[in-house]
């Protein structure tokens, strides 16, 4: 079992950056595969960003590519997203997922834990 609580949302203008948190609780964090997810009102929610247990490996949607970063840091059982170059395109609630299978996947359903959201407002 893995609880996850998301923080660093906020308002940013076109421009500016954000490093989102994600703190999880349970003994499988770090044998997880990671996900950041976003959902923008009256859209699907849509894969941002993955990163494997061991960080070896990460992989990113296109449009977030060169300007979005996802890490972890398993002694502190978190993973971040570091948002820069943010534009008005990006607003969404975001939200921090784990998996408990191996491998990248970009569908929401192959992810088995999920937080409850961080807002993250872009203003032009």
């Known amino acids: 079992q893995v609880q ?3 923080s660093g949302g906020g308002l940013v ?12 609780s349970g003994r499988t964090f770090s044998s997880s595969y990671m996900g ?6 009256g ?3 849509e894969f941002v960003a993955g990163i494997s247990w061991n960080s070896g490996s990460t992989y ?3 449009s977030v590519k060169g300007r979005f970063t996802i890490s ?7 993973v971040y997203l570091q948002m820069n170059s943010l534009k ?17 996947t ?10 409850q959201g961080t807002q993250v407002t872009v203003s032009s």
């Open 4 to 6: 996850l609580v998301e």
């Open 43 to 45: 859209k699907e929610r």
């Open 13 to 24: 203008q076109a421009g500016g950056s954000l490093r989102l948190s994600c703190a999880a």
């Open 88 to 104: 008005p395109e990006n607003t969404a609630v975001y939200y921090c997922a784990a998996r408990r299978a191996l491998g990248t």
């Open 106 to 115: 970009t569908y929401t359903s192959s992810y088995n834990y999920w937080g």
């Open 72 to 78: 972890r840091d398993n002694a502190q059982n978190t």
């Open 60 to 62: 990113y949607a296109d």
């Open 36 to 41: 950041w997810f976003r959902q923008a009102p």
